[in-house]
């Protein structure tokens, strides 16, 4: 598969990450397999969060994959803190001690990638840069990120933190391409034109932050999968008509819409089928054109003024 910076760091990783929050419906030996097949195809960056299965995720994963030193250094691992039950936390203990629990249950040392998950607005600059400092020094993480954050919320952090962030991982599919359509709305009256999320795609391509798009293949918040949908069919009809062109399949064609955007984008799968897996990576290998991938846009209900 081919590869990418992420962000301003050296870190070399898959245009695809692999995201794990569904590996808890794996049965071992599938999970085994699923893993497996990941690393043949290139495919060795997976993203974790402290949530995901109340943790469960985390530790069937590290069994899957038998970790050990030299499995380790052939991966990269990203995990998220700051969720809890009814609030969000980025107080200097939580991400401490949230990523000691990580690192445990991952069998690991270290992460590759931390990210501060979902914005809390009671954050102190302050104490996430303690926190971000203890941990470098300590090695327990190599470069962080955030998820779900605004540009001001980013330059809230980087008041205090100085480390670079490198990540912001951001809602985004063909059907969920807000931050997309409002920069073609530019003073427009239209629902388009509402910028809700401050310009955040332009933010991190001037300042080099990698986006990581979740639910590439979600419409709505986890409303549904738009491949196949009847609520989408002239979307599907684009698709296939690509996939056909390409002989890849509509997953494929779906992510490398995704892909093509100069903002060199690493989206994260949730698929735990080894086929879907195998399209998704696939992906890196197709270039859309330009009129490929406006039809796309367009085809999903998106307008152009």
């Not at 030299?70 to 995990?79: A, H, M």
């Not at 954050?149 to 912001?168: E, G, H, R, Y």
């Not at 795609?201 to 409303?223: A, K």
């Not at 086929?275 to 330009?290: F, G, H, M, P, Y």
Request: proline share 4%; charged share 20%.
């Amino acid at each position: 598969m081919k590869t990418m910076k992420l962000g301003t760091s050296t870190l070399e990783v898959p245009v695809v990450a692999v995201g794990c929050m569904r590996i808890n419906s794996l049965e071992k030996a599938e999970a085994e397999q699923f893993i497996q097949t990941a690393l043949d195809e290139g495919a060795n960056f997976f993203d974790h969060a402290d949530i995901y299965g109340a943790g469960a995720c985390e530790e069937i994963f590290a069994d899957a994959i038998h970790m050990n030193a030299n499995i380790r250094e052939k991966i990269i691992l990203q995990s998220k803190c700051g969720i809890r039950k009814g609030m969000f936390d980025f107080s200097k203990e939580h991400i401490l001690e949230s990523v000691d629990n990580i690192l445990a249950r991952l069998k690991t040392e270290y992460l590759d990638v931390l990210l501060l998950h979902r914005p809390d607005t009671l954050v102190e600059p302050d104490e996430v840069a303690e926190a971000f400092n203890i941990l470098e020094s300590s090695g327990k993480v190599r470069h962080f990120g955030v998820s779900n954050q605004t540009p001001m919320q980013i330059q809230l952090l980087q008041k205090s933190v100085k480390q670079p962030i490198v990540a912001n991982q951001l809602q985004l599919s063909i059907t969920n391409a807000n931050m997309i359509s409002q920069g073609f709305n530019v003073n427009m009256d239209n629902h388009s034109a509402v910028n809700r999320d401050g310009l955040i795609l332009d933010y991190c391509r001037l300042n080099d932050i990698t986006i990581q798009p979740w639910s590439p293949f979600q419409y709505g918040f986890f409303e549904g999968v738009f491949l196949g949908s009847d609520k989408f069919p002239e979307l599907n009809q684009k698709i296939d008509e690509i996939a056909t062109k390409y002989e890849v399949s509509n997953t494929t064609i779906a992510i490398a819409w995704i892909l093509r955007h100069p903002a060199h984008m690493q989206p994260v799968i949730g698929t735990m089928n080894i086929d879907r897996l195998k399209d998704c990576i696939k992906a890196s290998e197709v270039q859309l054109t330009r009129e490929e991938w406006y039809a796309i846009f367009l085809a999903a209900g998106n307008i152009l003024p």
